[in-house]
């Protein structure tokens, strides 16, 4: 029997950028038991590029998940570093339901004493902010790595590789011999072509939060584990329709 999960993207985008959010998901690491089906926000901003369009994805993300144990899904994961609408969603389902940062920054801490984030733009810092102190793992940060590029979530990097590549790769020497790295994230799930890249040329481990959050929840399918109710209770009554527009 195939698990299917639903992986949401937490800002609008075209039905071919979705396919390039997809693309990080190698042949290799696939399972015939499990299958990802990828969605968007319905509305909202462009690039999460402040605590308003945070605010506006939360509320998107959980109109775009709210319905996915109704709708026979096993899992949800939230295809950001942002973990927008994780806790909402968390409170609504039973099933496990897991953010994209999280995961990443909790893999990083077990796999040196310091992690770097290596972003695209600095207008996300206030989300990697967000999630560090959420998780507790602030002090675990070495810094913020960042290149200051406009990120574009419907062509991702493809056409930029040789101007932006580079520039990351300076950024990451840069965290791991100036600021004492010894594990790099990568700064969103749009920047995941440039991992292989970066690997390659960088003697410590560089993670993909994608693929992080994905086998996570792989993980917590085998292992019949879901989040704690008593952490994020159910409400009373569910208002699943509120983002319905009324009739005219």
């Not at 949800?76 to 099933?95: E, Q």
């Not at 932006?164 to 840069?174: M, N």
Request: proline residues 6%; negative net charge; contains cysteine.
């Amino acid at each position: 029997m195939t698990r299917r999960i639903k992986m949401i993207v937490p800002v609008p985008v075209p039905p071919e950028a979705l396919d390039g959010f997809a693309a990080q998901f190698p042949a290799h690491l696939s399972r015939p038991d499990i299958s990802i089906e990828f969605c968007c926000a319905a509305r909202g901003g462009g690039a999460l590029d402040s605590p308003c369009e945070g605010t506006i994805a939360d509320a998107f993300c959980l109109d775009a998940g709210m319905q996915a144990e109704a709708e026979g899904f096993a899992a949800v994961c939230v295809n950001s570093m942002s973990d927008s609408g994780v806790a909402a969603l968390r409170s609504r389902l039973s099933i496990p339901v897991i953010g994209t940062a999280a995961p990443t920054y909790h893999l990083a801490s077990q796999l040196g004493r310091r992690f770097s984030i290596l972003s695209m733009w600095d207008r996300w810092n206030w989300l990697y902010d967000k999630v560090l102190g959420e998780t507790g793992l602030s002090h675990r940060l070495a810094s913020i790595r960042s290149i200051d590029v406009a990120p574009d979530t419907s062509e991702l990097l493809s056409g930029k590789e040789e101007t932006v590549f580079p520039k990351l790769l300076e950024a990451a020497r840069r965290a791991v011999e100036s600021d004492g790295a010894d594990v790099l994230v990568l700064g969103s799930t749009t920047m995941h072509q440039s991992h292989r890249f970066l690997q390659e040329r960088l003697d410590v481990p560089v993670l993909n939060p994608g693929l992080v959050a994905f086998k996570t929840c792989e993980a917590l399918l085998d292992l019949g584990l879901a989040h704690s109710k008593r952490a994020w209770p159910a409400p009373r009554g569910p208002s699943d329709g509120i983002f319905q527009e009324k009739a005219a």
